[in-house]
């Protein structure tokens, strides 16, 4: 298994301003995926973070508005640009291996945003 | 794309009382997880399977491949058992196609 950390747990933020949110995992993994969960919905992925290359984006999402680093194989931030109150949801970063080991996921504590 | 469908969407029951909670999925999956969301966010995989049955401790997981459905059951429920319980599914082993396909939970809520 592997131990996910993320920071911060939680923050209020103010419409306009971003926040960046960082994932630390205690091994070295092939895959690290960002997710959201907004009030009352399942899990949406955003992105998978690829290391030494730009990040993979889901339809309906854009890097201008949710810039990834993975600058190395155990660590990401995710930024959320310019927020709006639309953007208060629960983010949460996964880890996890290319196929066949793509069965091990695991998730992180996610951090919780509320934008006023 | 698969879908991925879990019933029921809310269930509140007393202390002590067996719960089940039901997922149905509609194309061919290489595992099935089933994850516990607490109340802060965070998420904890309790299961990963892709065939059979799996026990830890009140918790227990079944799969039944050929019917395309899984059930979660917990025995002797206990307030802090309390959370939202998501199916997801992992695709068959393609190379480039490693994401998860997740229900929209069952949130459960035990009374004392």
């Known amino acids: 298994s592997a131990v996910i950390s993320q920071k911060p747990s939680r923050d209020i933020c103010q419409r306009g301003t971003s926040l960046t949110i960082q994932c630390q995992v205690d091994?070295?993994?092939?895959?690290m995926f960002w997710y959201r969960q907004q009030p009352g919905q399942s899990l949406t992925l955003i992105a998978t973070?690829?290391?030494?290359?730009?990040?993979?984006?889901e339809s309906g999402f854009v890097i201008d508005k949710f810039p990834i680093s993975r600058p190395n194989l155990t660590f990401s931030t995710l930024t959320v640009s310019n927020m709006s109150p639309e953007d208060s949801s629960i983010y949460l970063c996964?880890?996890?291996?290319?196929?066949?080991?793509?069965?091990?996921?695991?998730f992180g504590p996610g951090t919780r945003l509320t934008v006023l | 794309k698969n879908e991925v469908e879990q019933s029921p969407q809310n269930l509140t029951a007393q202390e002590g009382e067996f719960i089940t909670i039901n997922c149905s999925y509609s194309?061919?999956?290489?595992?099935l997880h089933w994850l516990q969301q607490h109340p802060g966010g965070g998420i904890v995989s309790l299961f990963m399977?892709?065939?059979g049955k799996k026990k830890h401790g009140r918790l227990i997981a079944t799969i039944n491949i050929q019917e395309k459905h899984s059930s979660l059951h917990i025995t002797a429920s206990h307030p802090r058992d309390s959370a939202v319980y998501i199916c997801?599914?992992?695709?068959?082993?393609?190379?480039?196609?490693?994401?998860?396909?997740f229900g929209t939970g069952t949130r459960l809520t035990i009374i004392p």
């Open positions: 996964s880890v996890g291996h290319r196929a066949p080991r793509h069965n091990e996921q695991f």
């Open positions: 091994s070295q993994v092939t895959m």
């Open positions: 973070a690829n290391q030494g290359s730009e990040a993979t984006y």
């Open positions: 194309v061919g999956i290489s595992a």
């Open positions: 399977l892709s065939s």
């Open positions: 997801a599914v992992s695709p068959p082993s393609n190379f480039g196609n490693e994401k998860l396909t």
